[in-house]
Structure formats: C-alpha cells, structure tokens
C-alpha cells in the first residue's frame, strides 16, 4: 500500500509539473464563477459538474457575456465548448463595455463560434462588426482553410477546443488545431475575456477548461521605429496616405482630410489598415523593404509597438 501511495504521489508531482512547465494557468475554479462577471443582456450562467452552463433568456434584447474581472493583454487562451442546444456564441478578447440605457454593451474581438463557415474568424462585437459590409475583420484574402478546413474541424456535437493567441496588434485562432484567423489590428492592446450567449429564441452552450498563458507585453511608444517586427500608427493626411499604399489601392474609403493609419511588418509580412479597413496584406520581403524606406521619409506623431524575436516566433509559429 505505501508503495502504491508513492508511485501515485510521484504521478501528481508530474502531473504538477508538466503543467506549469507548460505556463497556463486555470482562469475557471469548476464549482463556481468566482473571478467572472455577467454582462450586456439577461442569459443566465452556472456551473454544473464543473462546466459553465450559458442559458438564453428567449426574446430579451442584447448577447450576453460571462466575463473575467481581471484584464489581460498578451496571452494565448484556450478553453473548450459546445452547444447543448443549437445557437450562436464566441469568446471576447481585449473587450470592453459601454453604457446602453438600463444595461451595458459589450465590444471587442470575438472567435466566433458556431456551426457555420466563420467558424473561428474574428467578429468586431459592437463596434465595426458591419462596417464598410464587412462582417469578419480577417476576410481580405480568404485562404483555403477558411471554405473547407476550418469548418470541418468544428464538431456539432461534441467538445471543441478553441484557442486564441494575442500578441501586440497579432491575433491569431485555432478551432480544434486548425488555423483560422490571422488578424492584425491596433485598436484595442488588452481587455476582458467573455463568454457569449448570443440573444435570440434559444441556446444552451457549455464552457469547460478555461486556462491562459500569459506573455510578456508590448506597449505603444512615441515615435517611428522601423527595424526588425513592429506596428506603427498615426493620424495621416490623405496624401501621404496615398503615398504609402500601394499605387492600385482604391480611394473609396480615404478621407479628403485626417485618416487614421497603422501599418505592421512582421517578418516579410506587411500589413497596412487605414479608417479601420485592412487595405493592404501580403507576404512580400520587397514589399516590406519598400514600406520600411517610404515610412522612415513619412513625418508624423508616430506611435511605435515593437516586438521581440521571441514574439515575433510566437506569431509565426
């Protein structure tokens, strides 16, 4: 028997140390919602069997969200979920709330999560989720993942793990260890995480799970830096905006005045975003050196977020 109980404490210590040697840490105690708030609409939260049940309170205006008091910026998250009954729902990152009448709106960046072909794309809550008719924020060059392997990766009737990775202006999704979105945007650098019970005549979904990594931050500096991996942002006049983009970029969403800019080049990746529109995304090592050399000629109030090289792995990875 002491044999036993030995062999069966030396299992726990591995156990225990595998799991910090991994970094995440539980953001969900199994018995209640300690650490989380409910916000926006009138769904109700629980736990049951150490699962966190989201119910639907049927015709009743705004989604509902479960979210964490506590803020996070740099993380990868990961949790598990599924639908007892049909709806829709999606996890908030770097959120926030504002007042509406007698209740709160929540917005931010959501993985959606459904079964539908979005699946694990990322949805602007509340803010430009329909802006310029676009309802997903990284649709400008859908790959071949996002019309056939994302969606078959979601399981209607069983758990599926979601992650999501923040890191600087870099959002990244995985729906059961499938890549979906890759998003860079410079809006929001932390925030709460929440958990959606969409409004509508039905839904049940389940959240078992929940537990983060978080990772060094970045911050946003004054001034232009243009080496190594970075984001960059500045209020621009429209032509030195035109003067940035590529030649063919359309001018339907330029403004004849002051137009908010942000540019990213992560590696060969370069991205460029202006009045929130993702104008220009692509993996060009010319297209980089080119927007590098056009930046450092470009005066403005320059704010600069660097990344290190072990972030910029993490990005890619």
Request: glycine share 8%; net charge negative; hydrophobic share 40%.
């Amino acid at each position: 028997m002491k044999k036993y109980f030995s062999a069966l404490l030396f299992s726990l210590l591995l156990v225990s140390v595998s799991f910090a040697a991994d970094g995440f840490t539980s953001i969900f105690n199994g018995q209640d919602l300690t650490g989380w708030k409910p916000r926006g609409g009138f769904a109700q939260f629980s736990v049951r069997d150490g699962v966190i049940v989201g119910v639907c309170a049927p015709n009743t205006p705004g989604n509902t969200f479960l979210c964490t008091e506590k803020e996070y910026a740099n993380f990868v998250l990961r949790l598990e979920a599924k639908f007892e009954v049909m709806s829709n729902s999606g996890v908030q990152v770097r959120s926030h709330t504002r007042p509406n009448k007698d209740r709160e709106t929540v917005f931010g960046y959501q993985c959606e999560f459904a079964d539908r072909v979005a699946v694990g794309q990322i949805y602007d809550e509340g803010r430009r989720a329909y802006k310029y008719a676009t309802k997903f924020r990284d649709l400008r060059r859908p790959d071949e993942w996002f019309s056939d392997d994302a969606p078959r990766a979601y399981k209607k009737e069983d758990w599926n793990q979601i992650e999501i990775q923040c890191i600087g202006p870099s959002i990244r999704t995985w729906i059961n260890g499938v890549p979906c979105a890759n998003m860079i945007d410079v809006l929001d650098a932390e925030g709460f995480i929440g958990l959606q019970v969409h409004a509508g005549g039905q839904g049940t979904i389940l959240f078992r799970n929940i537990e983060i990594k978080e990772l060094p931050t970045t911050a946003w500096e004054p001034g232009l830096k243009t080496e190594n991996d970075f984001a960059v942002r500045a209020k621009l006049p429209l032509e030195t905006v035109r003067a940035l983009l590529p030649a063919e970029t359309g001018a339907k969403f330029f403004r004849n005045g002051e137009n908010s800019y942000a540019a990213a080049i992560i590696g060969d990746r370069v991205v460029q975003i202006v009045n929130d529109l993702e104008l220009q995304d692509v993996t060009d090592a010319n297209a980089a050196s080119a927007l590098r050399e056009k930046l450092g000629k470009t005066e403005a109030a320059w704010e600069t977020m660097m990344l290190t090289p072990e972030q910029k792995a993490q990005i890619e990875r």
